[in-house]
């Protein structure tokens, strides 16, 4: 016991030495720079009305669920909000999970088996990652949206392959290749498993319904906790894939199941979507408004999240501490999170930023890399 306990000292002592401690902090009053609440559904007064008309008119909603799905657990609200997804989206069928990481813990960990291999984009989520080391499969890693690297990859295996990629990347803020990538996985009958987390809602539906790629996916996740302001996510896929997750997937067999209100709300949140088109143009000319400014960014052009490279962690946080001083929250990356050398002051916009915090953002950016 007294050994571990020093262990974890030290190791705090280690991070707090290179200013990387995490701690957890309220959060403070100024302009967001920093959630994935790209279109504002988590501070809209009218989606919170409307979530709680729901509530008034069948407070059963705000109940446990009392069990895990496949004992007492399951409700009408849960069945019929999956199969409404699974037609918005054009698959056929749909899974419900309380997060992305349970339902990326779920596919991962359940789909490949031990003869099989899952090449994964370097920078996939930890989510996906976890998950395979909750299977027996091999895991390799491709470079970042390298398509040379995948191909050679999969051209070396013998097993069955699953390629884990996400449509748009979190830390870079740029797209995967995703309509090359589906080529490539159909031409090696490799299984495809897309990651929709920050695109969807800022993009529709998300990136494979835009480019009307169901076909060529085994699976995607689609995230609640951004976009759509709420929390939970979806596991799209066909219902063999489904009745195998609810037969094998851990991380769905054994937890109780989310109360019909986390089920409600996502509901609720698609229709609010459906209905508020022009806040994800907002958006767009907000991130265009960011763009014009002329900071270098790998981040592509289109995204929510652009990244702006300060390779130094002290300069990083000093930079970090400039905006925050003038209100603005904004979120840095520290190694060993991203490489050494690419640290990072990720910035995310959002379609309620205005044009002028956005000048005044970008200008003490501008003002700090040029000292
Ligand atoms: C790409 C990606 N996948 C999955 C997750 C996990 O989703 P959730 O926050 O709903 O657990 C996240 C959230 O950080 C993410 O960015």
């Known amino acids: 016991m007294l050994s571990n306990s020093s262990h974890f000292q030290e190791s705090l002592d280690k991070r707090k030495e290179e200013g990387t401690l995490r701690r957890l902090k309220l959060q403070s009053d100024g302009i967001d720079f920093y959630s994935n609440d790209y279109l504002g559904f988590a501070r809209s007064k009218e989606l919170q009305y409307l979530l709680l008309q729901k509530i008034t008119d069948n407070p059963q909603l705000l109940s446990g669920s009392t069990g895990s799905r496949l004992i007492s657990g399951n409700s009408d609200i849960a069945v019929s909000v999956e199969k409404d997804i ?14 992305g990481y349970n339902a990326n813990l779920a596919l991962f960990s ?7 291999t899952v090449i994964v984009d370097e920078q996939i989520h930890r989510s996906v990652h976890d998950g395979c080391k909750l299977s027996n499969a091999k895991k390799l890693k491709f470079k970042h949206n390298d398509l040379k690297d995948l191909k050679n990859i999969l051209k070396k295996q013998k097993n069955h392959c699953y390629i884990a990629i996400e449509s748009l990347y979190s830390m870079e803020g740029d797209f995967a290749p995703i309509r090359e990538i589906a ?7 490799a299984s495809l498993i897309v990651d929709e987390a920050h695109a969807f809602g800022v993009f529709g539906y998300g990136l494979i319904e835009q480019y009307q790629l169901q076909h060529q996916i085994s699976a995607a996740v689609i ?3 951004k976009a759509l302001g709420s929390h939970g996510a979806t596991i799209l896929c066909r219902e063999t894939v489904k009745s195998y997750l609810v037969n094998f997937a851990s991380p769905f067999i054994y937890t109780t199941s989310a109360q019909d209100f986390q089920w409600m709300s ?8 459906d209905q508020n088109h022009h806040l994800a143009i907002q ?9 014009s400014r002329n900071l270098q960014s790998p981040s592509a052009e289109a995204s929510p999240v652009q990244a ?9 946080k000093s930079l970090q501490d400039a905006l925050s001083e003038e209100g603005f929250l904004t979120y840095a990356i520290y190694s060993p999170t991203v490489k050494a050398g690419s640290e990072r002051l990720r910035i995310c916009l959002h379609s309620f930023n205005t044009e002028e915090e956005i000048v005044k953002l970008t200008g003490i950016i501008e003002e700090f890399i040029e000292n």
């Open 308 to 316: 702006i490279i300060i390779p130094d962690n002290q300069r990083l």
């Open 223 to 225: 995230t609640y906790g």
């Open 266 to 273: 996502i509901k609720t949140g698609y229709e609010f979507l």
């Open 283 to 291: 958006l767009q000319n907000n991130i265009k408004t960011f763009r």
């Open 86 to 99: 699974a037609q918005k989206h054009q698959f056929e069928s749909a899974l419900l999970f309380p997060s």
């Open 110 to 116: 359940t789909l490949p088996s031990r003869h099989d």
């Open 183 to 189: 080529s490539l996985a159909s031409k090696y009958k």
